[in-house]
């Protein structure tokens, strides 16, 4: 069964529970990586705290609303953060597949809502549906259509459970069965970025026949929909919001980005900001402001 695991990290007391993150049960470490559960229902929030910041990320993701709704925003996260969204454009269906993201994605929420979104790992979903993630790359499908017919029994009993603790039994309950055939015999210790792009390297030079780099790369590829080179940028950039997080939480003197950068692989401070803003939207300085004071950086705060 998942267990949750919650912030220890004081943010501002006037700022909305960021909610809950449920870890997988140890044999689908390697399938799912969190699953974020947000709930919101009696909060009286603004348009522009009804946002939501999220990341680039590798990750796959299937989401269920039980409540209220979602729209996905035009804007760019820095214009968003103003409460400035342009055009926005609703969701394909009640439940939604969302590819691996290449750049950072703002939603906005019309009013309190109930959600669930389940973080799968891109070579998982790949095994046990036959997506081709690389089609996925950017985007936001109706679960119910592009899933195998056998999901979607799953899809409604998750819909339908009373809490979240059983419809993340439920999940599970479903995946366990699938994945027992295609689990690695050696599941990560870690679930960082990093370790699943170590470890899906290591994967692709001893599964087949071919070890020369363009062959590694191509299944790579295939597997994760990205190429190598883009999921060690990932990787790295968690590394150093990780990092910043836990410095955040020892001392209240301003941190040293040059020093973060060269602990964690840039080059330099200016390539750690750069990054950062590809895969965020905001300078390293102005997320660490958002996160500490803005409602709508919560899946920041929660993964934290």
Request: charged share 15%.
């Amino acid at each position: 069964m998942a267990s949750p695991s919650t912030n220890t990290i004081a943010f501002d007391p006037a700022l909305w529970p960021s909610g809950t993150l449920w870890q997988p049960r140890a044999s689908l470490s390697a399938c799912v990586r969190a699953s974020m559960v947000r709930n919101t229902l009696g909060a009286d929030h603004t348009d522009a705290q009804r946002v939501n910041h999220f990341p680039a990320s590798p990750m796959c993701s299937l989401s269920w609303w039980f409540s209220g709704s979602s729209q996905c925003l035009n804007s760019p996260p820095a214009v968003a953060a103003e409460g400035v969204f342009g055009e926005t454009m609703p969701m394909p269906g009640r439940w939604v597949l969302c590819g691996p993201q290449t750049r950072p994605v703002s939603t906005w929420c019309p009013g309190p809502v109930h959600s669930m979104m389940v973080l799968v790992m891109p070579d998982a979903l790949h095994a046990l549906t036959g997506l081709q993630v690389s089609d996925l790359i950017d985007q936001f499908f109706d679960a119910s259509t592009i899933l195998p017919p056998d999901w979607l029994p799953m899809l409604q009993q998750v819909q339908d459970a009373p809490d979240d603790a059983q419809r993340l039994q439920a999940l599970e309950e479903f995946l366990e069965p699938r994945w027992q055939r295609y689990r690695p015999s050696q599941p990560l210790v870690q679930q960082r970025y990093s370790d699943w792009v170590a470890h899906l390297a290591l994967r692709a030079a001893v599964s087949a026949p071919g070890r020369s780099l363009r062959q590694l790369e191509r299944r790579i590829k295939q597997w994760s929909g990205l190429p190598l080179r883009e999921l060690r940028v990932m990787g790295r950039s968690e590394e150093a919001f990780l990092m910043t997080a836990a410095l955040a939480t020892q001392t209240t003197a301003k941190l040293d980005w040059a020093q973060i950068a060269v602990d964690t692989g840039y080059s330099d401070q200016s390539h750690l900001i750069r990054t950062t803003r590809r895969i965020t939207g905001f300078t390293p300085d102005a997320l660490g402001k958002g996160i500490q004071q803005q409602e709508s950086f919560w899946a920041y705060r929660l993964w934290m």
